[in-house]
């Protein structure tokens, strides 16, 4: 949810920077001229935003990368465990005659 957050408030600063915003009621990219403090603050919080795009993007792959991981493992041992309930015990330690 942080990355979709992330990429909507990029989307919509470069939107402020086009003249643009977005209409939700209506579903489209209105014109709109802003004044010189909306477009300050759209500068302070698109530096700040770019400048956090790199954490941002590092805790993502981490957390996926972790996260694939874990689904790996589950499934190497659910694999494991299926194999072991399949396999007659009694025929791989009886010895052979």
């Known amino acids: 949810q942080i990355w979709k957050a992330f990429r909507c408030t990029l989307y919509t600063l470069a939107l402020l920077f086009q003249g643009k915003k ?3 009621l209506r579903e ?3 014109h709109h001229s802003f004044d010189r ?3 300050m603050m759209g500068v302070v919080l698109l530096s ?3 400048f956090l795009f790199p954490s941002v993007l590092m ?6 990368s972790a996260w694939l991981v874990v689904v790996l493992l589950q499934a190497a041992l659910s694999s494991l465990a299926d ?3 399949h396999t007659p015990a009694l025929a791989l330690w ?3 005659s």
Not at 59 to 64: D, E, N, S, V
């Open 28 to 30: 489209r990219v209105d």
């Open 94 to 96: 009886a010895p052979a």
């Open 48 to 50: 700040v935003f770019v």
């Open 37 to 39: 403090e909306q477009l």
């Open 59 to 64: 805790y993502y792959f981490c957390l996926a």
């Open 83 to 85: 194999a072991f309930a």
């Open 22 to 24: 977005r209409n939700i």
